[in-house]
């Protein structure tokens, strides 16, 4: 008769419930994974679909999923999780300020339409631009890449209660940052010459006072506007995937960080 104890069911629960609590903490926050058009339940499967074949290439848990230890690992595990997708956000996140930047300065700060990757409002360049890079990283298969770091983590940073540490919550709280450098790398073109653009139309406005310069300036800012983000789009993509090559490289760091 074949018997099963207590403590076999302990270590079954703890093989596959951290690798889980890590991978279905990653989707929740990754950008494609984790957007708002992706149900929850969808991506519960696909984080139990991972860890079923992850599972049984991890060494036998040592430590009860239910004692303080185990719930501490929980805790570790949900945090790597969670930073990964973080990282990996925070570049699709600053492009669309990049945009939100770059619109203000000509003219469509008040054109709003639903984002359906966040389900919320946001500038129509914004939106553009988010969708432009989404489609280039599914082009260049960063979502498998992301997938594979995720995995390969498992080996290079394995599970236990030591977690990311704090050198490496550092370097994500740092990474942070980003989200303002990738902003002004899509940005900063755009707005200088729409800067120029401005003063030419301040200079005119001296020459004749009696011009209506809203009347004209607007439409012809607008027109310049759409004209630099056409031109600029090539510059767009090489900044995308410049951050994304930064993010990849910043979680194979992570995964190797101890303390």
């Known amino acids: 008769m074949l018997s099963v104890t207590s403590g076999q069911i302990e270590a079954w629960v703890a093989l596959y419930l951290w690798p889980f609590v890590r991978i279905g903490a990653c989707l929740m926050v990754a950008p494609i994974f984790g957007t708002s058009f ?5 991506r519960l499967l696909l984080a139990a679909a991972i860890t079923l074949l ?6 036998p848990p040592t430590v009860g999923p239910f004692s303080p230890a185990g719930v501490v690992i929980i805790a570790q595990q949900m945090v790597i999780g969670v930073a990964m997708g973080f990282v990996v956000q925070i570049i699709f996140d600053a492009l669309a300020m990049g ?18 990757l966040r389900g919320a409002s946001t ?24 997938l594979e770091i995720l995995v390969e ?51 005119v406005s001296r020459a004749a006072p009696s011009l209506n310069l809203f009347a004209i ?43």
Do not use: K
């Not at 992706?38 to 969808?42: C, G, L, Y």
């Open 217 to 259: 300036g607007f439409p012809i800012t607008l027109v310049c506007g759409l004209v630099i983000v056409m031109f600029g789009l090539p510059s767009v993509q090489s900044s995308f995937i410049n951050l994304m090559r930064e993010s990849f490289t910043l979680l194979d760091e992570l995964l190797r960080t101890r303390g």
């Open 38 to 42: 992706v149900p929850a339940r969808n």
């Open 99 to 116: 945009g939100q930047l770059l619109a203000n300065s000509m003219g469509l700060s008040f054109a709003f339409n639903v984002d359906p």
């Open 54 to 59: 992850v599972a049984p290439l991890l060494p």
């Open 123 to 146: 500038p129509v360049l914004g939106q553009m631009y988010t969708l432009l890079v989404t489609l280039t990283f599914l082009a260049l298969n960063g979502h498998l890449a992301m």
């Open 153 to 203: 983590g498992f080996r290079t940073l394995p599970i236990g209660v030591d977690g990311l540490g704090s050198n490496g919550l550092w370097q994500v709280t740092l990474w942070g940052g980003q989200i303002f450098r990738g902003a002004l790398m899509v940005s900063l073109p755009g707005v200088t010459a729409l800067l120029v653009v401005n003063l030419a139309f301040g200079v």
